[in-house]
C-alpha cells in the first residue's frame, strides 16, 4: 500500500476523470447533469490526500516522488483545478461544448500535470508530459465547427509533436551519459562524476528546448498566441496556467538538481531566453486588440519572470517560482475566466472593445477583473506584487541586477496593456458592446475566491512563503 | 495603534462609502455617500490633529512606533511611526482631503460613490507612506497611491483624461520600479555585511556599501523621487495630469502627492546614501534651479489657469529640492515648511480654478476679466492665496522661501542667486494672471451674473486662507516640532553619529568620494 502512497492524488483526479466519462455515457441526450461535480469532488479529494502527504516525501515505483515540492505543485494544480471547474458549467453549456469529453479531458490533464511535477524519472516525465500535451491538443480543438480552434489545435499539435521529439532526444543522451538509466539521480551523479562535456550539452540543450517549448519562452513560443486564440476561453483560462504550472515544476527539478553541476554553461543561455522571452512578451501585448491574444503575450512575459527563479538557481529562487506559479494561476484564471463567462457561442466577447462601459453593466465583474489584472501587473496590494518581487529579489541575490532591471521595465511596459483593458472598462462609453449574458452564483463565488486569494497572497503571504520554502528541499 | 487607526480608518470608510452607496451608480444616494465620505475624511483629520497633539516636540526619533513581524522570512515588518518631517505632512492630508472632497461636491455627479472610495483610498495610502519606516512597507504604500489616482484622473478627468491618466501611471512607475530593484539591492548589501537581511530604515542607515552600488543605488532612489516631484526635465507628465484631472485630484496631486517626492529625498535617498547624495547633490540643484526658472517663464505664458498652477508647482518644488540639497540645517527646515506651504496655498488655488471653471466651464484666463466687480468675495479669497503662493512677507510662503534662500546661500551662494530670480518670476506670472482674470472692466457678458462664494465655498475658502496666515505669522509653532527631526536627518547625510536610535552607524569611507 504505502508504494502508492504517493500516486494517491494522482489517482484520485483519473478516477474522477472516469466517473465523468461514465457520467456522459450513461446520460440520456439533453438532460442536464453537473458534471463539474465529479472534477470538484476528486480536485478537492486530490488537494486533502496531498496535505495529508506533506512532509511524507513518500516514493511510488522509485519513479515517482511526493516530495514537498510535488505536493506544493500539486496543491496550485487543484486550486486551478476546481476554479476552471467552478467556471466551467455555464460555459460549456453556453458554448455547446461536448460537456463529457471536455470534463474527462481536463481531469485527465491535471493528472498529467501532477505526474510531471512529481516524476524522477526522464522517461515519465515524457510519459507525464504526453498525457498532459494529448489532452490538452483535444481540448483547443473541441469546437469542432471553428476554423479558427482547428488550425489552433493543429498549430499546437504539430509544433508540440516537435518539441516532445526534441525532449525525448535530450533523455536519449542523458541515457548514454548514465550509462543506462534515465532516473535523475542516476542523471545527475553520471554529470557530477566527470561530465562527457559533449553528451551532457547535448542533453541539458534538448531538455531545455522541450521545456522552454511547453513554457512559451522565446523563441519558442510561436505556438502560443494562436493556440490561445484558437482555442475555447475557458480551454485558454486552464491551460495557460496548468501546464505552466507543471512544466516549470518539471523543469526546476531537472535542472536544478541533476544539471545543477552544469550551471555555469545554462545560466547564460537561460538568462538570456529569459530576457527576451519578458521582452517580447511585454512589447508584443501592447500591440494586440484581441484580449485572448494579449493575455497570450502577458502570459509569456510571465514565464519570462518565472525563468528568473531558475536562473536565480538559489533557495530564493526556487520557492519564488513556487509562490509565483500559484499568484499567477489564480490572477491568470480569474482575469481568463471572466472573459470566458461573458462570452457566448455566437459572441466570444474576446475583442477589447467588447469591454468597454463594462463598468456600467456589471460593476461586479469590472472590479474583479481590475483586480486579477493589477496582480497581474505586480500592484501592491495584491499577490502579483509579492510574487514579483520575490523572484526578482532571488534574481538581486545573485546578482542578476541586469535581468532584474529588464524584468521591472517589461512590467511596466505589461502594465500598460492591462490598463488598457480597465481603461476599457471604465473610461469609455459602452457603445457598440455586445449583450452579455448573466453569470451563476457557483462562477462568482469561483471568482470571489480566486480574488480573496489574490489578496491573501498580497497582504499575508507569510505563510505560502514558509510553505514554498519548505517544498524545495527536496531538489538541491 | 494610533498610527494604523490614521492610516486605515480612510480606507475602511472607503468601504462605508461603498455600503452607503448601494448596489450600482444611483444618485439618490449621493448625499448619504458625500456625508459619509466627509464625516470620515474629517474624523480622519481629527485623528492626525490628535496625533500633533500628543507629539513630543523635542525628542527627534521617531514616535508612535509600532514594529510588528510581517514577513520575518526577509526582515519585513510592519513599522510605523512619525517624526518632525512626517507628522506635519500626515496632518496636512488630513487637512486637505476633506476639502478635496467638499470641493468636487458640485462638479461631480458621475458615480460619486466610486469617486469617493478612491479619495479616501488614495488618503490611506498617502498617509501610509509618511508613516512606514520599513522600506518594503514604504514601497506598498508609494506604489498603492498610483492605482486610486489613475482613476480619479482617467474617469473623472477632463477630454484627454485617459492620456493623462496612462501617462502618469507609466511614467511615475519607470522610476519607482528601479527603486525597487534598488531597495531589494541594499537590503541584501545590508545582510552581507551583517549577516541579517532586513528593511527596516533605521537598521539601514549606514549600510556600509561600494561606492559603485552606493551611487547607483542613490541615483535609482532619486530618480524615483525626482519623476514624482517633479524635477526638471522629469515634469512632463505633471502639466498633463493637473490639467486633466478633476479639481480635487488637482488638489490632492499637487497638495500631497508631489510631496512624497521631496519627503522621500529627505528620508530616503539623502541618509541611506550620504556619500552619494554629497557627490549628486550640486547636480540636482542645478536642476532644481533651471526648473525654478524654467517653471516660472513657462508658466506666464499660460494660457490656462490649470495649466499655469501646474508649471508654477515645478517652479516651487524646484526650491523645495534646492533647499534638500543644501543639507543645511536652515534650508531642510524651509523646504519642509514649503512643502505644507505649497500644499495649502497651490491647493487653495486648484479650488479657486475649479470655483471659476465649475461656473463658467472654462479656465482660459482670457474668458475672464473683472471678477472683481462681480464676485468681490472670492476674488478676495483669491488675492490672498495668491500673495501666499508668491511668497509675500507675513504669508506662509515667505518664511519657507527665504529660510531656503538662507541654506542655500551658505551653501553655494551663486547658484541660490539665480534661485531668488524664481521668486520675482513667481511674483510676475501669478499677479499677472491675477491682474487680468480679475481686474479691469468686465470684458466677457458671460461673467457678469456669476454668483460669488456659496456656503460650501466658504468651507472650502476659510480653512485654507486662515491656515496660509496662520502658518505665515506663526511659523515657530511648525518650525519648532520639526528641528530636531530635521537636525538628525541632515546629520544623517552628513555623516555624523547619531545616537540613541538603535544602531551605531558603520562609517563607509569610499575613495574619491568629495565631502
Known amino acids: 500500500m504505502s508504494s502508492f502512497a504517493a500516486t494517491i492524488p494522482i489517482l484520485i483526479v483519473v478516477l474522477s476523470a472516469i466517473a465523468a466519462m461514465m457520467a456522459e455515457a450513461i446520460r440520456h441526450p439533453g438532460e442536464r447533469m453537473y458534471i463539474a461535480g465529479f472534477g470538484l469532488i476528486g480536485l478537492v479529494g486530490a488537494a486533502v490526500a496531498s496535505c495529508f502527504l506533506w512532509d511524507t516525501d513518500a516514493i511510488s515505483f522509485g519513479v515517482v516522488r511526493a516530495d514537498n515540492f510535488a505536493l506544493f505543485i500539486n496543491i496550485i494544480l487543484c486550486i486551478i483545478g476546481v476554479l476552471t471547474m467552478l467556471f466551467s458549467n455555464e460555459v460549456v453549456e453556453r458554448e455547446g461544448l461536448p460537456a463529457g469529453e471536455y470534463y474527462a479531458l481536463t481531469l485527465f490533464a491535471i493528472s498529467g500535470m501532477m505526474l510531471m511535477a512529481a516524476a524522477t524519472d526522464l522517461l515519465v516525465i515524457f510519459l507525464a508530459l504526453e498525457v498532459l500535451s494529448l489532452a490538452v491538443y483535444v481540448l483547443t480543438g473541441l469546437r469542432r465547427a471553428s476554423a479558427p480552434g482547428a488550425e489552433a489545435a493543429f498549430k499546437y499539435f504539430l509544433l508540440g509533436a516537435f518539441s516532445s521529439a526534441f525532449f525525448l532526444y535530450g533523455i536519449a543522451f542523458a541515457f548514454l551519459l548514465s550509462n543506462g538509466s534515465t532516473r535523475l539521480d542516476a542523471v545527475a551523479q553520471a554529470i557530477a562524476s566527470g561530465p562527457n562535456a559533449t553528451v551532457s550539452l547535448l542533453a541539458v540543450g534538448l531538455l531545455a528546448v522541450g521545456f522552454c517549448f511547453k513554457v512559451s519562452a522565446v523563441p519558442f513560443h510561436m505556438w502560443t498566441p494562436d493556440a490561445y486564440e484558437g482555442a475555447p476561453t475557458i480551454v485558454t483560462a486552464f491551460m495557460s496556467t496548468g501546464v505552466k504550472a507543471a512544466a516549470f515544476g518539471a523543469f526546476v527539478r531537472v535542472f536544478l538538481s541533476s544539471f545543477e553541476p552544469m550551471q555555469v554553461q545554462w545560466i547564460p543561455v537561460l538568462s538570456a531566453i529569459a530576457a527576451a522571452t519578458m521582452i517580447l512578451g511585454a512589447v508584443m501585448g501592447v500591440l494586440q486588440s484581441n484580449i485572448k491574444r494579449m493575455l497570450a503575450y502577458s502570459s509569456i512575459a510571465h514565464a519570462g519572470y518565472l525563468l528568473l527563479g531558475i536562473v536565480a538557481a538559489n533557495a530564493a529562487g526556487k520557492s519564488a517560482v513556487l509562490f509565483y506559479l500559484l499568484t499567477y494561476a489564480v490572477a491568470n484564471l480569474g482575469a481568463l475566466g471572466i472573459v470566458a463567462l461573458l462570452g457566448t457561442a455566437e459572441q466570444p466577447h474576446d475583442q477589447l472593445r467588447d469591454f468597454a462601459g463594462l463598468w456600467r453593466t456589471r460593476p461586479a465583474l469590472a472590479g474583479l477583473m481590475t483586480v486579477f489584472l493589477l496582480s497581474l501587473g505586480g500592484f501592491p496590494p495584491t499577490a502579483g506584487f509579492i510574487g514579483k518581487w520575490y523572484i526578482f529579489s532571488a534574481a538581486v541575490q545573485e546578482g542578476h541586477y541586469t535581468l532584474a532591471i529588464i524584468g521591472v521595465l517589461s512590467s511596466v511596459v505589461s502594465v500598460f496593456f492591462y490598463l488598457r483593458i480597465v481603461v476599457m472598462m471604465y473610461m469609455t462609453d459602452e457603445g457598440a458592446a455586445p449583450a452579455r449574458p448573466p453569470i451563476s452564483a457557483t462562477a462568482m463565488a469561483g471568482l470571489s475566491l480566486a480574488m480573496l486569494a489574490t489578496f491573501y497572497l498580497g497582504v499575508l503571504p507569510t505563510r505560502v512563503i514558509d510553505y514554498a520554502l519548505q517544498s524545495i528541499q527536496t531538489i538541491f | ?515
Open chain 2, 1 to 515: 495603534m494610533l498610527l494604523t487607526a490614521i492610516v486605515f480608518l480612510p480606507l475602511v470608510g472607503a468601504l462605508l462609502v461603498l455600503l452607503a452607496g448601494g448596489r450600482g451608480d444611483r444618485p439618490e444616494r449621493e448625499g448619504a455617500v458625500r456625508a459619509t465620505a466627509l464625516a470620515v475624511s474629517l474624523v480622519a483629520f481629527a485623528a492626525t490633529l490628535l496625533l500633533w497633539w500628543r507629539f513630543d516636540a523635542a525628542d527627534p526619533a521617531f514616535q508612535f512606533v509600532e514594529n510588528r513581524a510581517w514577513l520575518p522570512q526577509f526582515g519585513i515588518s510592519y513599522h510605523l511611526g512619525v517624526d518632525g518631517v512626517s507628522l506635519f505632512l500626515v496632518v496636512l492630508t488630513g487637512f486637505l482631503t476633506p476639502l478635496a472632497l467638499l470641493c468636487s461636491w458640485e462638479s461631480t455627479h458621475k458615480n460619486v460613490k466610486l469617486f469617493s472610495f478612491f479619495l479616501l483610498a488614495l488618503e490611506s495610502a498617502m498617509l501610509g507612506v509618511f508613516v512606514s519606516i520599513d522600506l518594503f512597507l514604504f514601497y506598498i504604500f508609494w506604489d498603492a497611491v498610483l492605482i486610486p489616482m489613475y482613476f480619479l484622473i482617467g474617469i473623472w478627468g477632463y477630454e484627454r483624461r485617459i492620456y493623462a491618466a496612462v501617462k502618469f501611471i507609466l511614467y511615475t512607475m519607470v522610476g519607482s520600479i528601479l527603486m525597487l530593484v534598488a531597495i531589494i539591492g541594499l537590503s541584501y548589501a545590508h545582510g552581507a555585511g551583517s549577516g541579517q537581511q532586513t528593511f527596516n530604515l533605521l537598521e539601514l542607515y549606514g549600510t556600509a556599501l561600494s561606492w559603485r552600488m552606493e551611487k547607483w543605488f542613490f541615483l535609482a532612489f532619486a530618480l524615483a523621487f525626482l519623476i514624482k516631484v517633479p524635477l526638471f526635465p522629469f515634469h512632463t507628465w505633471l502639466p498633463d495630469a493637473h490639467v486633466e484631472a478633476p479639481t480635487a485630484g488637482s488638489v490632492i496631486l499637487a497638495g500631497v502627492m508631489l510631496k512624497m517626492g521631496t519627503y522621500g529625498l529627505l528620508r530616503f535617498a539623502f541618509p541611506l546614501f550620504p556619500n552619494a547624495a554629497h557627490y549628486f547633490a550640486p547636480y540636482i540643484a542645478v536642476l532644481a534651479v533651471v526648473g525654478i526658472i524654467y517653471g516660472a517663464l513657462v508658466a506666464m505664458v499660460q494660457p490656462d489657469m490649470k495649466k499655469l498652477v501646474a508649471y508654477s508647482s515645478v517652479s516651487h518644488l524646484g526650491f523645495v529640492v534646492l533647499g534638500l540639497c543644501s543639507n543645511t540645517i536652515q534650508g531642510v527646515e524651509g523646504a519642509v515648511y514649503q512643502m505644507l506651504n505649497h500644499g495649502v496655498s497651490t491647493g487653495g488655488l486648484f479650488m479657486i480654478v475649479g470655483m471659476l471653471s465649475d461656473r463658467r466651464h472654462t479656465r482660459l484666463i482670457a474668458e475672464y476679466g473683472g471678477l472683481k466687480a462681480v464676485m468681490p468675495r472670492l476674488v478676495a479669497c483669491f488675492l490672498l492665496v495668491t500673495l501666499s503662493s508668491i511668497a509675500l512677507p507675513g504669508m506662509n510662503g515667505f518664511i519657507g522661501e527665504f529660510l531656503i534662500l538662507l541654506g542655500g546661500f551658505r551653501w553655494m551662494a551663486g547658484m541660490t542667486a539665480f534661485a531668488a530670480t524664481g521668486v520675482i518670476l513667481s511674483a510676475v506670472y501669478m499677479l499677472w494672471m491675477f491682474q487680468r482674470v480679475n481686474y479691469g472692466e468686465v470684458t466677457n457678458d458671460k461673467n457678469r451674473a456669476l454668483p460669488d462664494l456659496s456656503g460650501r465655498e466658504w468651507a472650502l475658502m476659510i480653512p485654507t486662507v486662515a491656515m496660509a496666515i496662520f502658518m505665515g505669522v506663526a511659523p515657530s509653532l511648525f518650525l519648532r516640532t520639526m528641528e530636531p527631526s530635521v537636525v538628525r536627518t541632515v546629520d544623517r547625510t552628513n555623516g555624523v553619529q547619531v545616537t540613541a536610535e538603535s544602531v551605531p552607524r558603520v562609517p563607509a569611507p569610499a575613495a574619491g568620494v568629495r565631502r
